[in-house]
């Protein structure tokens, strides 16, 4: 439809124009002058015009400088883990601030009533998006940590088993909550606080956080920046489903 109108108003351009004047001499070579300007004009809007891209999918300029703060150290803790470091990040106010920030964007005005962070890197990002998005922070903690009642939820690691606990109350029923943490590796650890915080009657809109495998891009559970991931493909992971 667009190419066909196009070329329609070109073929009109195109066609003569007649302005009742007779012709010759100066006046004749001015016309032809003229004309051939037209033509000129008129052909350089008949050559089809590409068809510009899809508009490309905007990238965050703040990604660049997130990757580049973590550092992945091979063989940590053991042979084969290719171990992503936030610490270096930490050390940069400036990139720690963009991803706090990139998360507080996406959370905000979603009514979010509690970030619950999972120990112990959750608890370096949760804290800062909750008090920006003016919700409540829960602390899911490894065992024996809680002095109150917990519930509990087990779960296995890229390197051994764990499991969270979060105190009995923490949450009201109902309550929309967002998961953050620094890194999904397996899918393990998320899922537990996903199934602890059900438990206790949580409404979980998602889980964040900064470093991901492209295989998680897909689920709708779950933002990950999706940072680092691929200085990971050497090893071989498979997802929890939820
Ligand atoms: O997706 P998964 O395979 O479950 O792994 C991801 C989890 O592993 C890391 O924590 P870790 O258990 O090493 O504890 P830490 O934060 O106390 O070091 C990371 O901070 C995540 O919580
Ligand atoms: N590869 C990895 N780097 C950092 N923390 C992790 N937790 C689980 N897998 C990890």
Redesign the pocket.
Known sequence: MGEEANCNVAMESAAPKENGHTTGGAAAEAKAAAALAEIAVTDAAAVPKPTPPPAAVAVDPRLQGISDAIRVVPHFPKQGIMFNDITPLLLRPGVFKDAVDIFVERYRGMAIAAVAG?????FIFGPAIALAIGAKFIPLRKPKKLPGEVISET?V??YGT?CLQMHVGAIEPGERVLIV??????????CAAIRLLERAGADVVECACLIGLPKFKECTWLHSLQIASERWTDIDKSAVHY
């Open positions: 999972i120990e112990a890197r959750g779960y690691l890229e764990d943490d620094d890194l999904v590796a397996t899918g393990g650890t998320l």
